[in-house]
């Protein structure tokens, strides 16, 4: 099996070495097929940008948790974090960009220092949605942030937000001891300021991603059974259900390896490839930007440090023309996103 064929090292968090064992694709059972060959195989090779809608902006890895399928291998030992003056720059772009969706994330987001200002600055750009990705334990972390649901309304922030599963054994499995107490009490607190209610216009999804190296079921069916869980048991409402496949990368990559489980894997997401979730993967439509500053196709990229094929590299030299002309960088873990009904921050794509 895999761990026959390549050592697990300590470093394999490292992008560069992520990025070679991604790459090399040999497995027990035989090659597995480039990303690259397969999308050729319908006249899709090279991936080119649609029109740009979503700059997705990361605002640094640090977070209060440590959950076992993170892709960006956030935690509160990160030191990454972007400065007031990246966010200057970021802001510079959002005042002429032709996006109308701005997304932050993290890490948590809401633990950089800036982050509030770099709200209120950003709604005065006449973004049509804003989204904050929140893990929502966050808001129950301290007095510091207790009044982030009373400041994501005031500011109609579109809260998006990981919820592993309606049972708390599922969730603190993982995504750590004590989160799903802390995250129904979150959820609540946003229902009282009116996020999620049927009506409302401020909107409340959740992010499921599931716990184990197999990929989401029916995006429909969990947010029904979501809903129904939710309310019975905590009277909790919300919009939408995001279901989303983890990607072979960063901590779930070291998950895969270390349980004999990356090679099942990679051929399941082969097995289940979807030629017409490639119309409309994430990388289409967004520009990912890195707590530095760095351009990159989506935030999967960000983590193997991919940046966008592009002469605008970085957001100080940010030119959408140039940048709706660039191809889009792929590689294995590529398979994640076009697997079965495809997967974005966004929910499935087919």
């Known amino acids: 099996m895999i761990k026959s064929l390549h050592k697990r090292e300590s470093d394999l968090a490292n992008s560069n070495k992520q990025l070679e064992f991604l790459s090399n694709g040999i497995f027990a059972n035989g090659e597995l097929p480039t990303f690259k060959n397969k999308i050729a195989e319908t006249n899709q090779f090279p991936l080119t940008p649609n029109k740009l809608e ?33 966010m200057l720059q970021c802001l510079e772009v959002i005042k002429k960009t032709g996006a109308h969706t701005l997304d932050l994330t993290g890490g948590a987001p809401e633990m950089n220092p800036e982050f509030r200002w770099f709200v209120e600055e950003a709604s005065k750009a006449g973004i049509k949605d804003f989204i904050v990705r929140s893990n ?145 993967v994430m990388c289409t439509n967004t520009i990912s930007v890195s707590w530095d500053g760095w351009l990159y196709d989506c935030d999967f990229n960000q983590m193997l440090e991919l940046k966008v094929a592009s002469k605008v590299k970085h957001i100080s030299d940010y030119h959408e023309e140039l940048l709706q002309n660039r191809k889009i960088i792929t590689s294995q873990h590529c398979y994640g996103c076009t697997a079965g009904a495809g997967s974005s921050c966004q929910g499935t794509v087919a």
């Open 54 to 86: 979503i700059l997705q902006i990361n605002l640094g890895y640090m977070c209060n948790q440590v959950c076992e399928h993170c892709h960006v291998d956030a935690g509160p030992d990160r030191k990454e974090i972007m400065t007031r003056n990246t």
């Open 136 to 280: 929502l334990t966050i808001i129950r972390a301290n007095k510091t942030y207790h009044d982030l649901p009373l400041f994501f309304k005031k500011h109609n922030v579109h809260v998006v937000s990981s919820m592993p599963h309606w049972t708390q054994g599922k969730t603190d499995k993982q995504r750590g001891d004590g989160v799903f107490d802390k995250s129904i009490k979150a959820l609540q607190e946003l229902n009282a300021v009116g996020y999620g209610m049927p009506d409302s216009s401020l909107r409340l999804d959740l992010v499921y991603n599931p716990s184990g190296a197999f990929l989401p079921g029916d995006q429909k069916g969990l947010e029904v059974d979501f809903k129904k869980a939710l309310l019975k048991d905590f009277n909790i409402r919300f919009h939408n259900l995001f279901a989303i496949t983890n990607l072979p990368i960063s901590r779930f990559l070291d998950y895969l390896i270390a349980s004999d489980n990356y090679e099942d894997y990679m051929y399941a997401l082969v097995d289940a490839y979807n030629p017409e979730a490639v119309k409309s």
